[in-house]
């Protein structure tokens, strides 16, 4: 390539969430993207496609999403950081593999821009149906950290740390972006090289004959090697010992599993991460992620305009979910509202939090728009009667 | 699993050394804590990793330079027990994830090492579309015309007429060719052998890991468990003589004719062996010319 441009492209930029998760992605260090196009994830491939040989990477067409997150989870353990796109019906595809992921603890970044479900539905209207498919998705007990940006720099933002995430916890990492905040465009600012702050892999400093691949210390989370080097690692699907090897019995299953759960939980208070605005002495918070979370604003500053007594807080990463911010603010006041593009999925973890302390109102919306404000706003006036 | 904690060799013996009866000669090769294997008395499927570590032995290819993916089945525990850098994928996803790791680790040799059923059903999307991009691995099937993990049942492989738990009365389907479905989707070196031809199994196997491409061997192996059970075939050794009275190598075949019917003859050999850049040649060639 003559006009290889690298990683970073330093500057203030005019570009849609799409566009600008490729380029976090790549701000972070990703040299390896499987891909299959569907919208509205379409638009992060073809800027990968376009932009990994100015990187040195590979960008690959998948025969399907089984195959692409197949392939990254193959790259990532390659020692490339590996990312695929992709929207709900390649979402369900790649649930299998993403249980790989998570059994075999590989870091990697899924993408996944939502469009109005089930099935085919909406492919170019935006949903956010797919935030418990993202929970619980995969068959199994496990958890899993997912990220939820509301506009294109914060796709470029939290795509780094969402790779960060990764490879500090050791498992595959969802951006649970929505068709609008992946095709909006708006100004995205890429900071210089000394501004991004990557995580490292976690590579083990024993020799091989001191190695296991699932051995932990108190953080739960074991190290990596670089494959090729000697250490014959053995990686399965299979409920595993601390030397990787297939044990398929209770006592491991009963040792393994609540350490992959653990490692999340345990470390939760690190990896939790929302945006509060007004809370202080409010009488109705109003909790909402991605897109939502910017028509609920105008909802809140109607509101505020007629005297009321209300707060916002806007899940960033939504899975781990804060549940301990969530029970203490149900003490303290007298609803939560929840606006979602769906007909009920984080109000359900808003509404065990609350645990009857505050009312719980969702504010539903079957897809293809945002939500009108009014519909937020009328909610808001419930909750407070 | 056994849990035994043999004790383990990492590097060749020094030549000379005269080894305990019970180990294997390339026990090196093999993960000896996790032995015996779970394959049942006369399975075809020891029989094609003693020819692979053979052929890993003889390639002459550093040991760490190797990296073995399976998918789900009996084939699938390949990776499991010999010892080189092993990945027990998914469900016949192995290709997928041999195509990720070879990717970005173009200097290891990737071996994907599993079943008919794991690479032709489930996983056929991701072999064809291997092939047809001609990416540089090497796909060790090993073909006992049947589900064996499962229990017996009906695979794209079991030939018409053959009883399986899901094809009580006969297979009605017509079964898969399968060197010719990857040689018409591009392959560039395809073989086929039993369980039986140890020697050419390993020879075909060096050859195909020696390849630049998409590389394609298939074992013919049995399972007496299940397969020659279920459609009354003796044991293992009688299914040994089968191949030895039935096989007929033929070089260069016309991929075409390769079907395997019930008990019929089984065409063996070197099918395929052409030249073609590879997946990573094309790429590098097409980004030279921007």
Redesign the interface.
Known sequence: ??KARGALLTGEHFMNGDVAVAEGALAAGC??F?GYPITPATEVSERMAERM?DVGG?F?Q???E???????????????K?MTATSGPGFSLMM??L??GLMTETPCVLVNVQRGGPSTGLPTLVGQQDMMQARWGSHGDYEIIALAPNSPQECFDLAIDAFNLSETYRLPVLMMMDEVVGHMTERVSIPGPEKIKLAPRRLTDRP??EYKPYETGQDLVPSMVE????????????THDERG????TAPVQQRMVPRLVEKIRHNAPQIVRYEEDGIAGADVVVISYGITSRVALMAVEQARERGLKIGHLRLIVVWPFPEARIRELASQIKGFVVPEINLGQMVREVERCAAGQARTLHVANAGGSVHDPADILKSIEEVLR | MSDSGSKTQTAPPEPGIVRPAQQHPRDWLLRQDRLPHIWCPTCGIGTCVNSFVEAVHESGIPEEQFAIVSGIGCTGRVAGYVKLDSFHTTHGRAIPFATGLHITRPDLKVIVFSGDGDLVAIGGNHLIHAARRNIDITVICVNNFIYGMTGGQLAPTTPHDARTTTSPYGNYEYPFNVPHLVASCGAVYVARWTALHVRRMKRAMLEAIQKRGFSFVEIIAPCSTLYARKNRLGTGYDLMKFYHDNCEVQHGADTSELDIGFQTKITVGKFVDIEKPTFLDRIQAGQAKH
């Open positions: 390539m003559s040299t390896f499987a040989p590979i690959i998948m025969e399907d089984i195959a692409s997150m197949g392939a990254i989870l193959g790259g990532s353990w390659g020692g490339q590996s299998e593999n249980g790989l091989p004959s494959v090729g080097k000697g250490y014959r690692i053995h990686i399965t699907g299979l090897y297939p044990a398929v």
